[in-house]
């Protein structure tokens, strides 16, 4: 078996990039070690996570906004199994879609984990120990993200858990710790939260979603303080202990001078991911790794070894689904002579909390690090009528734009459906469209985009005022 490009891992990097590939003459190959394709956001995170956080929303609002709206519910209750079960069912629908393009496309799939005998020769080793041997021309390594578990929170699968056991809880918790308030933390914390589950976060930083812009993060804690969440800000876990039915946490402030324990039923480990370069034969083929364990690449996302590259979580740059996707289509149209370009500016991040909260470009902290002179613009959702008429007026649109010239550098979001509403901020961006030309652009009334525009004029105003 011989092939112009093999991909190690079946994520959203791996797939896509398999795709475009075979969409442009090459004969392909795609390595899985685990039954079903789709990676991690497919199997256990993104996909998953998402439709529980979707269930947990529609119980949520039966619960507590129902009655406002004038609908009246007896007897309502949560039958997680039946939640896990749905959960299950979205997966598996959207992993058989995955199965079905690779036939379509006439991708090889070959299930075992592979790893480098030489540049040119992988050996896939199957789930019973035998093994085979392909050929290929050229190799990207896709093999994504594992969560990071230090010793010290004894991680044990059964009480002391992370995002992947998380997913498949089938009875709702009563307490639950959780150690990080980033992206994962804070959306699986949602989900347990508007079930019932009394949360506690605890975050070494001063401030949620450490790395979005300062604002985003005060929107969201005080929209989740309101779920009833309870955050530990500026303390760290020194250590986790954990008996058959309980864990009990250990916290300390950052200065040292409180410390105490949290008990639950469950502590969730969501400080961050590492790259998962685990046994791929790296050593054979001088593939080099950074200080944290990330792959080496060059803009071309090549490694030191000529024909190998890497793409997604094993590489430089934020852990998102959409941004290994992008890389493994260059990679795949680079290989075959073309000029693909990606802008990492203009890659959105999103969280999928209630209210969302999505960015893209840069965030006020790091435009006044860099000395960039700007200009402001904000609009609440309270004072959209949209938002007022669905209740969701938590939040803010901030549009921060170059002091001088307009343009718009950075947009960031808190408050309803932003996940689909940054898309237009990133169109925008992509053709360097000033503050103007946002608030110049017709938004249907009402919907939740025209907080965009109105954030717009106000930059717009705001350089106005200083003319």
């Known amino acids: 078996m011989k092939y112009d490009l093999t991909i190690i891992g079946s994520g959203p990097g791996g797939y896509v990039?398999?795709?475009?590939?075979?969409?442009?003459?090459?004969?392909?190959?795609?390595?899985?070690?685990?039954?079903?394709?789709?990676?991690?956001?497919?199997?256990?995170?993104?996909?998953?996570?998402?439709?529980?956080?979707?269930?947990?929303?529609?119980?949520?609002?039966?619960?507590?906004?129902?009655?406002?709206?004038?609908?009246?519910?007896?007897?309502?209750?949560?039958?997680?199994?039946?939640?896990?079960?749905?959960?299950?069912e979205v997966v598996s629908q959207t992993t058989k879609g995955i199965d079905f393009l690779m036939k379509k496309n006439k991708?090889?799939?070959?299930?075992?984990?592979?790893?480098?005998?030489?540049?040119?020769?992988?050996?896939?080793?199957?789930?019973?120990?035998?093994?085979?041997?392909?050929?290929?021309?050229k190799t990207i390594i896709a093999t994504g993200s594992k969560p990071v578990t230090p010793e010290a929170f004894n991680y044990d699968k059964k009480r002391v858990i992370t995002s992947t056991e998380a997913l498949n809880i089938d009875k709702v918790p009563k307490r639950m710790v959780i150690i990080g308030a980033g992206v994962i933390g804070l959306e699986l914390g949602s989900v347990f939260a508007r079930l019932g589950t009394e949360v506690e976060v605890v975050e070494f930083m001063d401030r949620l979603i450490p790395g979005m812009d300062k604002d985003c993060g005060k929107e969201l804690r005080r929209a989740l303080k309101k779920l009833g969440i309870k955050f530990h800000?500026?303390?760290?876990?020194?250590?986790?202990?954990?008996?058959?039915?309980?864990?009990?946490?250990?916290?300390?402030?950052?200065?040292?001078?409180?410390?105490?324990?949290?008990?639950?039923?469950?502590?969730?480990?969501?400080?961050?991911?590492?790259?998962?370069?685990?046994?791929?034969?790296?050593?054979?083929?001088?593939?080099?790794?950074?200080?944290?364990?990330?792959?080496?690449?060059?803009?071309?996302?090549?490694?030191?070894?000529?024909?190998?590259?890497a793409i997604g979580d094993v590489i430089r740059g934020a852990m998102l689904a959409h941004k290994a996707e992008e890389e493994g289509v260059v990679v795949a149209e680079y290989i075959a002579g073309e000029k693909p370009h990606i802008n990492y500016n203009l890659i959105p991040g999103v969280v999928y909390t209630w209210p969302e909260v999505a960015a893209v470009g840069q965030t006020e902290e790091q435009l006044k690090e860099a000395g960039v002179p700007y200009k402001s613009g904000k609009f609440p959702f309270r004072a959209l009528g949209r938002a007022r008429a669905s209740m969701d007026i938590d939040g803010m649109?901030?549009?921060?734009?170059?002091?001088?010239?307009?343009e718009i550098l950075g947009v960031h979001m808190v408050g309803p459906r932003t996940a689909d509403v940054i898309a237009e901020a990133v169109a925008l961006m992509e053709f360097r469209a000033s503050a103007e030309d946002a608030g110049r652009i017709s938004h249907a009334h009402p919907t939740y985009a025209e907080a965009l525009k109105e954030?717009?004029?106000?930059?717009?105003?705001?350089?106005?005022?200083?003319m």
């Open 17 to 88: 990039g398999a795709i475009r590939a075979a969409q442009l003459g090459m004969k392909v190959a795609l390595i899985e070690r685990y039954d079903t394709l789709g990676g991690t956001c497919l199997n256990v995170g993104c996909i998953p996570s998402k439709a529980l956080l979707d269930s947990s929303e529609h119980y949520h609002n039966a619960a507590h906004r129902f009655p406002e709206h004038g609908i009246d519910l007896n007897g309502l209750t949560v039958n997680m199994a039946q939640m896990i079960q749905r959960k299950n």
């Open 107 to 137: 991708i090889d799939v070959h299930h075992g984990h592979g790893s480098f005998l030489s540049k040119n020769e992988i050996q896939i080793t199957a789930s019973d120990g035998t093994k085979k041997t392909i050929q290929t021309e």
């Open 233 to 309: 800000l500026s303390h760290k876990v020194t250590d986790v202990k954990s008996t058959s039915r309980t864990v009990t946490v250990g916290v300390e402030s950052k200065d040292g001078s409180k410390k105490f324990d949290l008990k639950a039923d469950y502590c969730l480990i969501a400080i961050g991911r590492r790259p998962y370069t685990d046994n791929l034969g790296l050593e054979n083929v001088a593939v080099q790794l950074d200080e944290r364990g990330r792959v080496l690449v060059d803009d071309h996302m090549q490694t030191n070894e000529e024909g190998i590259y």
């Open 397 to 406: 649109v901030k549009v921060l734009a170059h002091k001088e010239t307009d």
């Open 455 to 466: 954030a717009a004029l106000a930059a717009t105003a705001d350089r106005a005022r200083n």
